[in-house]
C-alpha cells in the first residue's frame, strides 16, 4: 500500500471514530436535556391544574364516590352539564394544553383504604367510548401497591414525580407521572383531599428521541464525510510535495511564470521549493498586482452584495425574499386562516397641525420600532406603514395555528405601549385597533419598487373594523372571537352597520384569561445614561410564566459612527468566526464571552478600546442580554427586571458613543 493511502486510511478511522463518539455524546446530551425539560413541564402543569381545579363539583362529585352499580355510574358520567362533565372538560382542557407530551390525567380520592383509592375523573372516559370497559370509570377502585409515589401523595397529601418510567400492571404501560393533591384541607379522618395526576407514556419519549438519534446519526455521516474528504487530502498534500514542485519547474520551464509550489514543510524539499518560488516571485510581479487588485474587487462585491440582501429584508419577509432571489417570477400564495390588525393613531391629523415635522416623525419612528419589536416577539409579519396607520398579520407567510392568539396578544400589548409612551412623554396620544380572521392572497407587487402585501375581504373586513372602532380599544369580528376560543374574555358590541358590508355582529377584546400579566411595557423610570444628553426609555414585560424582560430604547444626542451588535457567544457563532473572521479586540475573556456583528469594524473597534466598555458590554451579554448600536439608536435588552447595575452598564456605553 502506497504512503499516501496508508496516511488517508489512518486519518479517516480516526476522524471517523472522533465524530461516532461526537455523536454519542450529542444523543446523551439531548436525552438529558429532554427528561428534564419533560419532566418540568409535566410537573407546571400538573400543578396549576390542580390550582385552577373546579372544588365545588369536585366537593359534590365525590360525595357520591361508592360501590354503585354499572347504571348509576353511566349516569353520573353522561349527566348533561354534570359535575362529571364539567371536570372532564377541565382535565380535557389541561391536556391540550400540552396535546404532544401529556397522555393520561385523571383524579383519585382516598378511601378507608389507603392501597385502594378510586377514580374520580378520568378525561379519557367521556373524550373516548364511555362504554368502554378498560377506562378508569367513576367508583372505580385502583391499586396503588405498586405505585409508591401515588401512594405517597395520597397519604402524606405532598406532590410527588417520578424520576424514571414505572411500569403500571393494570394498565399496562410505562409512563412518568407527577402527582399533585387538590388544595384544601384534610377530611374529618385526615385523608388528603384528592391528587390529580398526568401522566406521559414512554412512546412519548421514545418518539422525541428519536428524533434527538436521528439528528446524532446525521451529524455523525456528516462529520464522516468530512472526515473523508479532509482525510484524502492530507494523504495528498503529505506525499505528493516532490511531485507538485517537479510539475512547477516543468510548467516554469514551459515558459508558464505564474506557477507556484506549496511550501509544506522546512526540510530540503522545502527549501527548494521555497527558492524556487522566490525566483519565480521576481519574474511574476505584475501578476500579483493583478492578483490583488482582483481580490479586492471581489471583496468589495461581496460587500455590496451584503448590503442588497439587508436591504431586501427590511423590504420583504425572508421566506419571499429567498423566493425572490431563485428567480421566482411571479410570488403570490392563497391563506385560507390568517388574523390581520389594523391600528390608527386617533386625532393624528390635530397632532400633526401642533407639532413640528421632526417631532412628528420621531414620535412615529418611536412607536412603529416599539409595535415592530412587538411583533418580532409575537411571531407576526408587519405588511407596511400608511401615515400613522400600521398594519401586521399572523399566519403569514409561514402559516401558524394560533394565529389568531398571537394577534390578540400583539393588540393588548399595542395599547399598552401607546399607554406607557404617552405617560412617558407627557402627550395625549391613543390608538384605535380593529382584527378580522379569514383568509388572504399575499403576493409581491411591482418590478422596481416592490412591496410584499395582501388582498381580500378579510383585509378591507379588518380595516372596517379599525376605522369603526373606539379609541383605545381592540374592534374584533365574530370570525376572530371563533378563532380565540375561550382564551381571552371579549365584550359584545352588538350588531355594527360597517360601511361597505352592512350589519355585522362585533365585539371588543378585553383581556386574555390565563395571562398572569400583560406583554406590555411597564411604566418607564429615570436611567443615568439620560445624564448624557440622550433620551433613554426604559420598560419590562412580562408573558404568562415566562420571565420579564427588560428593555432600553437609547436616542443619541447626535449619530454615532458605530453600527454594530453585540450578543452571547454560542456554537453558531463560533463557527461563523472561523468562516468570516470577526471582529476580535485583543481581550480573550471579553472575545471569548461576546460574539460581535458589525458593518463598521474600526469604529466599533475603537468604542471597545476601552476596558470599561469592554465590561460594561460583556456584563450586559452575560445576563443573557443583547445591544444593538445603529446610528442614532442603541437598543439594550436583558433578562429580568432589570437592575441599577444594568442601568450603570448602559450609562457607561451611551458615554462612550456620545464622547
Known amino acids: 500500500m502506497r504512503l499516501r493511502r496508508k496516511i488517508t486510511v489512518a486519518f479517516f478511522l480516526v476522524s471517523a471514530l472522533v465524530s461516532l463518539l461526537l455523536a454519542l ?12 425539560e419533560l419532566r418540568n413541564r409535566l410537573r407546571n402543569i400538573a400543578t396549576l391544574g390542580a390550582r385552577t381545579f373546579d372544588t365545588a363539583a369536585y366537593d359534590r362529585l365525590r360525595a357520591q364516590v361508592g ?9 353520573i358520567e353522561r349527566a348533561p352539564g354534570g359535575d362529571y362533565q364539567r371536570l372532564s372538560e377541565q382535565l380535557n382542557a389541561i391536556r391540550a394544553a400540552e396535546p404532544d407530551l401529556i397522555r393520561y390525567v ?14 374520580l375523573v378520568d378525561a379519557d372516559v367521556l373524550a373516548g367510548a364511555p362504554d368502554d370497559a378498560s377506562l378508569s370509570h367513576f367508583g372505580q377502585p385502583y391499586d396503588v401497591s405498586d405505585v409508591p409515589l401515588l401512594a405517597k401523595a395520597l397519604t402524606e397529601c405532598s406532590p410527588q414525580m417520578e424520576t424514571s418510567f414505572v411500569y403500571d400492571p393494570e394498565f399496562k404501560v410505562h409512563s412518568v407521572s407527577a402527582y399533585v393533591p387538590l388544595p384544601g384541607p384534610r377530611d374529618a379522618s385526615g385523608r388528603c383531599r384528592g391528587v390529580l395526576g398526568v401522566d406521559i407514556t414512554d412512546a412519548d419519549m421514545r418518539a422525541a ?9 446525521k451529524v455523525s455521516l456528516a462529520v464522516i464525510a468530512l472526515a473523508l474528504v479532509v482525510s484524502i487530502i492530507m494523504g495528498t498534500m503529505l506525499t505528493r510535495s516532490v511531485i507538485a514542485l517537479s510539475s512547477a519547474v516543468k510548467r516554469f520551464a514551459d515558459k508558464d511564470f505564474a506557477v507556484r509550489t506549496q ?38 462585491l461581496e460587500a455590496e452584495k451584503q448590503t442588497s440582501d439587508r436591504l431586501l429584508l427590511n ?37 400633526s397641525a401642533r407639532t413640528s415635522p421632526e417631532a412628528l416623525v420621531a414620535m412615529l419612528d418611536e412607536l412603529f420600532t416599539r409595535f415592530d419589536a412587538l411583533a418580532d416577539r409575537h411571531g407576526l409579519e408587519k405588511i407596511k406603514t400608511i401615515g400613522d396607520a400600521y398594519m ?45 380572521s379569514g383568509p388572504v392572497v399575499a403576493g409581491v407587487i411591482g418590478r422596481n419598487k416592490f412591496i410584499y402585501d395582501l388582498w381580500g375581504d378579510t383585509v378591507n373586513t379588518a380595516s372596517r373594523m379599525e376605522s369603526h372602532g373606539l379609541p383605545s380599544r381592540v374592534h374584533v369580528t365574530e370570525a376572530t372571537v371563533a378563532a380565540l376560543g375561550d382564551a381571552f374574555e371579549c365584550e359584545s358590541r352588538g350588531l355594527v352597520d360597517v360601511k361597505g358590508k352592512g350589519p355585522m355582529t362585533t365585539f371588543f ?11 406590555a411595557p411597564m411604566p418607564t423610570r429615570a436611567s443615568p445614561a439620560a445624564a448624557f444628553g440622550a433620551t433613554v426609555a426604559r420598560a419590562t414585560t412580562a408573558a404568562g410564566l415566562a420571565a420579564p424582560t427588560t428593555t432600553w430604547t437609547v436616542t443619541l444626542p447626535r449619530p454615532s459612527s458605530v453600527v454594530a451588535s453585540f450578543t452571547r457567544e454560542g456554537l453558531g457563532h463560533k463557527l461563523k468566526k472561523i468562516v468570516m473572521k470577526e471582529l476580535q479586540t485583543g481581550d480573550k475573556t471579553f472575545d471569548d464571552a461576546v460574539f460581535i456583528a458589525t458593518d463598521t469594524p474600526v469604529e466599533t473597534a475603537a468604542l471597545l478600546a476601552t476596558a470599561e466598555v469592554r465590561v460594561a458590554i460583556a456584563g450586559i451579554v452575560s445576563a443573557g442580554g443583547v445591544v444593538a448600536i445603529d446610528a442614532r439608536r442603541m437598543t439594550i435588552e436583558v433578562a429580568g427586571a432589570g437592575s441599577d447595575d444594568d442601568d450603570a452598564r448602559v450609562a457607561v456605553v451611551t458615554r462612550a458613543l456620545i464622547g
Do not use: C, W
Open 25 to 36: 455524546f450529542l444523543y446523551r446530551f439531548v436525552e438529558r436535556q429532554l427528561r428534564s
Open 67 to 75: 360501590d354503585l352499580p354499572p347504571d348509576a355510574v353511566a349516569a
Open 106 to 119: 385523571y383524579v383519585l380520592v382516598p378511601t378507608d383504604d389507603p392501597r385502594e383509592p378510586r377514580f
Open 209 to 217: 428521541l428519536g428524533q434527538a438519534g436521528s439528528l446524532a446519526i
Open 263 to 300: 511550501v509544506a514543510s522546512k526540510d530540503e524539499i522545502g527549501q527548494l521549493g521555497a527558492s524556487f518560488n522566490a525566483m519565480a516571485e521576481t519574474i511574476q510581479n505584475h501578476s500579483d498586482n493583478l492578483e490583488l487588485l482582483v481580490k479586492n474587487r471581489t471583496s468589495e
Open 315 to 351: 423590504v420583504l419577509p425572508a421566506p419571499i425574499a429567498t423566493r425572490l432571489k431563485q428567480g421566482e417570477g411571479v410570488i403570490v400564495d392563497r391563506f385560507d386562516d390568517v388574523t390581520v390588525l389594523f391600528a390608527d393613531i386617533v386625532g393624528f391629523t390635530a397632532l
Open 392 to 436: 401586521v398579520v399572523a399566519g403569514v407567510p409561514e402559516q401558524t395555528f394560533d394565529h389568531a392568539v398571537r394577534m390578540a396578544r400583539m393588540s393588548l400589548d399595542m395599547l399598552a405601549t401607546l399607554a406607557d409612551y404617552a405617560t412617558t412623554h407627557a402627550v395625549e396620544l391613543t390608538i384605535r385597533i380593529g382584527i378580522h
Open 509 to 519: 377584546l378585553v383581556r386574555e384569561r390565563d395571562r398572569d400579566a400583560m406583554s
